[in-house]
């Protein structure tokens, strides 16, 4: 026979040291490439678009028309395809592993619903066409406000609002112009609990009201007695989270609701949290009055690294008057109309949030995914979502410290930053250490109420291995923690595309656009 | 249920792992008079061919676009965008990811929004651009309240080429904020009478250039008059590719621009989601609203990107920040940036100049339909024209006959110029579309 | 040199002037300072007025006046170098000088080096 040993060898040799690392001659990690910026790649006379050339008499454009160079490089379309795939291969996705931002529901985004907001039927229409060439898109809106309203218990839905802070914008203008309207345009405080996220508080001011904080009691809720001690003539509005970003439920929130009515405030619900009981609790029977649903968390439509977003808002009988233009009526008989002047029935509309009607694409996906669920599949959503954050509550409190351990959680588990006493290590090292095994962090620091607060939400479309899978790395972390591992954590990031940033010089000499004469952007050619 | 993992199984012996008996006592903390007993009065989960019906039917009832001679505009524009560019933003790494506050594992949205705000910027001709705005309208809303900011100032003044929706979205918000806005009347040429309306009361001027009626303004004397009173010069364009062909408004001399990106990536969706786009001078950087990505570099010393400046939002400031604003509208950015790269600027100017071509021989169509004037005599690629009947009335009529012809004015603003017809041709319209809408008016207005 | 509990100082000068700024403990609670929005000349503060803001990465945080007065000078150094805050908080990374209305009444209320240095002993 003949020995013929000349090819490749099939499989691994012993490695002479496991722990020899390199740094590569391209900055590239085997698949993970290292790539420059457009501006550092492209070419000015570059385009990945085959348009003509078009003769033109520029005459009538005097002096308008633009002769010095803009700064946009172009690439060819499969340069641009590598591009930004090669960029895509940095982040972390919902479709890589469990995403357990808490109070942001990141939850499995059906393609199904890409697909029908894609349809030429919805993304190939103008805004502004003749309404009888859009029927179908007015009965989309028409049919998405009956779903809000069902869910909620609410009898009116304004949809513009883009996303959740300007929901919140939408519901306090509602409750501002609800009070003039009364002879009540005095009253100018809002009251908010100190867990309240950030736009709680940021909305109030920007529309001229004062802020004063509410307390909470030990047990994470609203304190009650602060707030009856709070309310008062000059009281607006109160705005509740429910579930609250303590992921608790507002045991008293039909007490808090009869209190502020009582003393003539409107009571505005932020419905970040609405998953942990969509389909099973109705706003409307809590005795709420504005409430604003993100569609990109309970209704699953894409974060898309951060938007675009939807923010619709439900009110009830006492501030449906006040709803931004635009709406839809219907005839009862298919046909739609839309709503888009402030006369007859919409005199009182406190004005509009934005051009046209609002995020059209948005409402399609958010229809598909209730559709695709239905009221049996929405409450089977809010009962797994409250089931996987119970669960990582109890499989995690036994080497983490739950900042509420007594009862249930709701949609999200909280835990603070107790059990890294002693250890030298922070909430922050924590989460670096997690995204080396491949997880996104928890939402750290956040709610301020707790100390080096971790907020976990895995939300129903997690399967219990991967939870598993989660608590397991979890737990080693918090034992390596205690078991004084402390450079697995002050380093991590080791295996991520970066390691950690540096945040400081990011903001002291701030660098917010490519310009060709950085000297930094040439030297890290 | 197609999109919930747990089984039955997996229920029990979590919630024996809960230590509780059933998932009703998880929603012990709900009052006993606002537990559902059962699903609310809705129709059941229903698979993806069910879904696909039932919404394919609502779709199939609209009209769309691209199966009619097509000429709306005002403020929303209908270009082709390359395929390259919905595959990519439909990669799982840039769809189902959140906001990057974990820069380590999110350098492609990062890095993506620093090649997005560099193109911005030197679009509109700006220094410094942030990471996107819902939209054109909350974006110029937004830029007033910033100039009120900046000069402490309570009086903004509107030009009367001010897109109508964008005048009452920045009234509501001044509103409330205080803020006095005084808008000027509508008119093709609006843009003359805003320097006599400065005042030392005066915040800002808010211009747009192509205004409403596709006026093409040099906005240098405005600038001059607003610096000398102390204002500030906002900006703003609600056809971005118009800037592969007019002069920046950088360059002649604003201080915040407002833009609508739609126009380079996203499709008209009927309204929305659309990108504002929004840039400053650097002087005025710290009174932005919005998110901005700013580079730095790692532990090893690697270039990267992160979310910077964010003391001036809102999850930092609470009631002292910017804007309550918390979202940007990512995915339709990147969409932007995408295109935006494809195009380069030698095929965004090759695309400007097609715009402005088609809409010229628009014009020229249009001006030989007897009894129909064209109103707007410096336009990029869109324009108005008086009709001799109003113009909604036409429009149905045109549209029954199966033309898109165009958006009234008073769809815009009610009872105003009803006679006034805003028409638009991009490079998606033929020169026979061009021709069905001569025809078709020259029958509808005889 | 003078202290308040909200930990900024004030050291009175020969000419009647004052110059103030926050403590080398807040500095150091705050973490790396990025930026610092200083008051404009010829302002009038009273005592207890947000004039001036001090942000590091993470946190953006209102300085009170410790006295009233008339400004009379911010530091033109700390909008390209906020790092000297951190560096020397209570030297040359001072916010801003001003020219005292109540001197008399209003330094008596503060803090000695002493007592304010118990006080964060207490904290």
């Known amino acids: ?525 | 249920m197609r999109y919930l993992p747990l089984t039955d199984a997996d229920r029990r012996d979590m919630l024996s792992v809960i230590g509780v008996e059933g998932v009703d006592a998880l929603f012990a903390d709900v009052p006993q008079s606002a537990r559902l007993s059962g699903p609310v009065d809705l129709p059941r989960r229903a698979g993806e061919l069910e879904v696909e019906r039932r919404l394919g039917a609502m779709a199939a009832r609209n009209v769309t676009a691209g199966s009619a001679p097509f000429f709306c505009g005002a403020g929303a524009y209908r270009h082709h965008v390359p395929s390259t560019v919905d595959h990519l933003i439909q990669r799982s790494e840039y769809l189902t990811s959140y906001t990057p506050y974990q820069p380590e594992i999110s350098q492609g949205t990062l890095q993506a929004l620093y090649e997005f705000q560099t193109q911005v910027a030197n679009l509109l001709g700006m220094e410094v651009a942030n990471a996107s705005m819902y939209d054109g309208s909350t974006a110029t809303a937004e830029a007033v309240m910033m100039a009120t900011r900046v000069t402490r100032r309570k009086k903004a003044v509107l030009s009367g080429g001010l897109h109508p929706q964008y005048v009452h979205t920045t009234e509501t918000l001044a509103h409330v904020a205080g803020v006095r806005t005084e808008r000027l009347t509508p008119a093709i040429d609006a843009e003359a009478a805003v320097i006599e309306a400065i005042d030392p009361d005066t915040a800002c001027v808010v211009v747009q250039t192509p205004n409403v009626f596709g006026t093409a303004t040099d906005v240098s004397a405005i600038a001059e008059a607003a610096h000398r009173a102390g204002a500030l010069l906002i900006v703003v364009v609600t056809e971005a590719v118009s800037l592969g062909l007019l002069k920046a408004p950088g360059a002649m001399g604003a201080d915040i621009v407002a833009a609508e990106g739609q126009s380079i990536g996203n499709p008209l969706t009927f309204g929305g989601p659309y990108v504002g786009l929004f840039a400053c001078t650097d002087k005025l950087v710290r009174q932005m609203p919005g998110r901005l990505a700013g580079e730095t570099v790692d532990a090893d010393g690697r270039r990267g990107f992160v979310l910077t400046l964010s003391t001036r939002e809102q999850h930092i400031r609470r009631d002292k920040a910017t804007s309550n604003i918390c979202t940007n509208s990512g995915l339709c950015a990147l969409a932007f940036t995408i295109h935006m790269s494809l195009l380069g600027e030698t095929g965004l100017r090759r695309m400007a100049r097609i715009n402005h071509a088609q809409a010229k021989k628009a014009r020229d169509a249009l001006a030989a339909v007897p009894g129909v004037e064209i109103l707007t005599p410096r336009f990029f690629n869109e324009f108005a024209v008086q009709l001799p009947r109003p113009a909604e009335g036409v429009v149905d009529a045109l549209a029954a006959r199966g033309v898109l012809a165009g958006v009234p004015y008073s769809r815009l603003e009610p009872g105003v110029m009803d006679d006034v017809l805003l028409v638009a041709a991009t490079e998606t319209t033929t020169d026979e579309d061009i021709e069905a809408l001569r025809s078709g008016l020259a029958e509808v207005t005889a | ?123």
């Open chain 3, 1 to 123: 040199m003078r202290f308040t509990k909200s930990h900024e100082w004030v050291e009175l000068h020969d000419d009647g002037a004052a110059t103030v700024g926050i403590t080398r403990y807040a500095a150091d609670q705050l973490g790396d300072v990025v930026f610092v929005e200083t008051p404009e000349v010829g302002k009038t503060v009273s005592k207890g007025d947000t004039f001036a803001v001090v942000e590091s990465v993470k946190a953006a945080s209102d300085v009170y006046s410790p006295v009233s007065g008339e400004v009379i000078e911010a530091n033109p150094e700390l909008s390209s170098q906020p790092e000297m805050v951190n560096a020397d908080a209570q030297g040359t990374g001072w916010f801003a000088r001003l020219r005292l209305s109540a001197a008399d009444a209003e330094l008596g209320e503060l803090m000695t080096p002493e007592d304010y240095d118990a006080y964060i002993a207490s904290l």
């Open chain 1, 1 to 525: 026979m003949s020995m013929l040993n000349v090819g490749r060898p099939t499989a691994p040799e012993a490695l002479p040291d496991n722990d020899y690392k390199h740094p590569t001659l391209t900055g590239g990690r085997g698949l993970l490439q290292d790539e420059a910026l457009i501006f550092e790649m492209g070419a000015w006379d570059k385009t990945g678009v085959d348009l003509d050339e078009v003769d033109l008499d520029l005459s009538d454009l005097g002096g308008l028309t633009r002769d010095e160079a803009i700064g946009l490089p172009g690439l060819s379309e499969p340069e641009a395809m590598r591009h930004y795939v090669r960029l895509s291969q940095k982040n972390h996705a919902i479709d890589l592993a469990i995403y357990p931002l808490g109070s942001c529901t990141m939850k499995h985004n059906p393609r199904l619903n890409e697909r029908m907001a894609r349809l030429p039927g919805f993304a190939d229409v103008h805004p502004l066409q003749p309404q009888s060439t859009v029927q179908g898109a007015l009965q989309l809106m028409d049919s998405l406000a009956h779903w809000l309203k069902t869910l909620t218990g609410m009898p009116a839905v304004a949809l513009s609002p883009k996303a959740g802070a300007h929901g919140e914008l939408c519901g306090l203008l509602a409750i501002r112009a609800a009070h003039e309207a009364k002879g009540q345009g005095h009253r100018k405080t809002v009251l908010v609990p100190t867990s309240a996220h950030g736009t709680n508080p940021a909305t109030a001011a920007f529309v001229g009201y004062r802020v004063k904080e509410v307390a909470q009691t030990a047990d994470g809720r609203v304190d009650v007695a602060d707030l009856a001690g709070k309310l008062g003539p000059d009281t607006a509005a109160i705005m509740v989270t429910n579930p609250n970003t303590c992921g608790l439920f507002e045991r008293d929130v039909v007490e808090i609701a009869r209190l502020t009515h009582e003393a003539g405030a409107y009571f505005y619900a932020d419905g970040a949290n609405f998953n942990a009981i969509v389909g099973r609790v109705r706003p409307g029977d809590l005795g709420v009055d504005a409430m604003h649903i993100n569609l990109h968390k309970t209704f699953s439509t894409p974060h898309g690294g951060g938007g675009p977003g939807a923010g619709p808002v439900v009110l009830s009988e006492a501030l449906a008057p006040f709803a931004p233009a635009p709406w839809v009526v219907s005839d009862g008989q298919g046909g739609f109309r839309l709503e888009e002047r402030e006369a007859g029935e919409a005199a009182q509309a406190f004005g509009r949030m934005c051009v046209f009607h609002g995020q059209m694409g948005m409402y399609v996906r958010a229809l598909s995914y209730m559709l695709s669920h239905g009221s049996d599949g929405l409450r089977q959503v809010a009962e797994d979502a409250v089931l996987n954050a119970n669960y990582l509550k109890a499989r995690l409190e036994t080497e983490m410290t739950a900042a509420f351990p007594e009862g249930p959680c709701m949609h999200e588990a909280l835990f603070d930053d107790r059990w890294l006493d002693g250890t030298g290590i922070t909430t922050l090292d924590v989460a670096k250490a997690l995204i080396d095994e491949g997880f996104h962090p928890m939402t750290m620091y956040f709610p301020l109420v707790v100390r080096g607060a971790m907020l976990i939400e895995p939300t129903e479309t997690e399967p219990r291995a991967e939870l598993d899978r989660f608590a397991e790395a979890l737990l080693a972390l918090a034992r390596a923690a205690k078991a004084g591992e402390l450079e697995r954590f002050k380093g991590a990031p080791y295996h991520a595309p970066l390691r950690r940033l540096d945040e400081t010089r990011a903001a002291r000499q701030p660098k917010l656009r490519w310009r060709p004469e950085s000297p930094t952007a040439l030297a890290a050619e």
